[in-house]
């Protein structure tokens, strides 16, 4: 447990109101970079549902909690200082400040995460579903390791159930429209926000309200090779003909992830699989770039 005097010198300035479910600030604590979890007092229970999650989990891809503190009137939380938000660098509004993250480390982000969420899903005693996966969700360190973060919207699903019907909560945009309409979340709800996630990282486009769902049917009807193309790799990255190759790989899973129907989307620990097989270079017939007169368009060296 942290102090309130602790976390008040940590932070060094009042807290401010948000709109929002909480605020996070930065501190130090005993010369440890920390992020402080300030959550608005009607949400109280939020907060308690993320410590009860995250206090089950013990993973190298998720975020760790160090504490908390519950003697001032807003409940906080205190994690582990990451430097970075994926969705910052995917998006930075200076490209020139840093360099853009390499499709190699692309690649390793997409499977850590997939990775992280594979353990949620069945390596707890209980099946926990995240509920809002997406790009502002994950953190990245100095070595673009990924930690996934924020658990305060996370179900944990009954033994001998594969789903619960629960109020709607998550980002549009990333949630499975399935949830959206009928209330109902398991973890293919999580396996749809996962493969948005994907292919904003195979394209580097931001996720805008309204145009996922176009950008989603497009690629769900493209059958050429040409269009899915068009459509991805347009990702300012300059890519071998092997790398494009894992990157067309990579859209056929993120299309099975975000099959509108739950029953025809993967597991994760299938997701997962399937991405190691693409960065060892085992591809599927499908992904070949062999008679694709377009490919020049493509920024390949």
């Not at 490209?95 to 499977?111: F, G, M, Q, T, V």
């Not at 924020?150 to 429209?177: H, K, N, R």
């Not at 399937?274 to 390949?300: A, D, F, N, T």
Request: with cysteine; net charge negative.
């Amino acid at each position: 447990m942290f102090s309130a005097k602790e976390i008040e010198q940590a932070i060094g300035q009042p807290f401010h109101q948000e709109k929002w479910f909480y605020v996070d600030y930065e501190g130090t604590h005993e010369d440890r970079q920390i992020i402080i979890k300030v959550y608005r007092m009607e949400y109280r229970e939020l907060a308690f549902n993320e410590i009860a999650t995250v206090t089950q989990i013990k993973h190298a891809n998720v975020a760790k909690l160090l504490g908390s503190c519950f003697e001032m009137e807003q409940p906080i939380l205190i994690y582990e200082k990451v430097p970075f938000i994926l969705s910052n660098r995917l998006h930075q509004a200076n490209p020139s400040s840093s360099s853009p993250i390499s499709w190699e480390h692309r690649l390793r982000i997409a499977i850590e995460i997939a990775y992280a969420i594979t353990y949620l899903h069945i390596g707890t005693s209980r099946p926990i579903v995240h509920r809002d996966i997406k790009c502002s969700n994950i953190l990245l360190d100095d070595h673009y390791k990924p930690k996934l973060f924020d658990f305060s919207l996370s179900i944990t699903i009954p033994l001998g159930e594969t789903q619960v019907e629960t109020e709607v909560a998550g980002t549009l945009g990333y949630m499975d429209p399935q949830y959206a309409m009928r209330g109902i979340v398991s973890e293919k709800s999580d396996v749809y926000s996962y493969g948005v996630v994907l292919l904003e990282l195979l394209s580097g486009q931001r996720r805008l309200a309204g145009d996922i769902d176009d950008k989603l049917r497009r690629i769900h009807e493209s059958t050429e090779k040409e269009e899915r193309l068009e459509l991805i790799l347009h990702n300012g990255l300059s890519m071998d003909v092997r790398q494009v190759e894992q990157a067309m790989a990579c859209i056929e899973v993120a299309v099975g992830c975000t099959s509108a129907k739950p029953a025809e989307r993967p597991a994760m620990k299938e997701v997962t699989q399937q991405l190691m097989q693409i960065e060892r270079g085992e591809l599927p017939l499908s992904s070949s770039l062999l008679r694709v007169p377009q490919l020049g368009k493509c920024k390949v060296e």
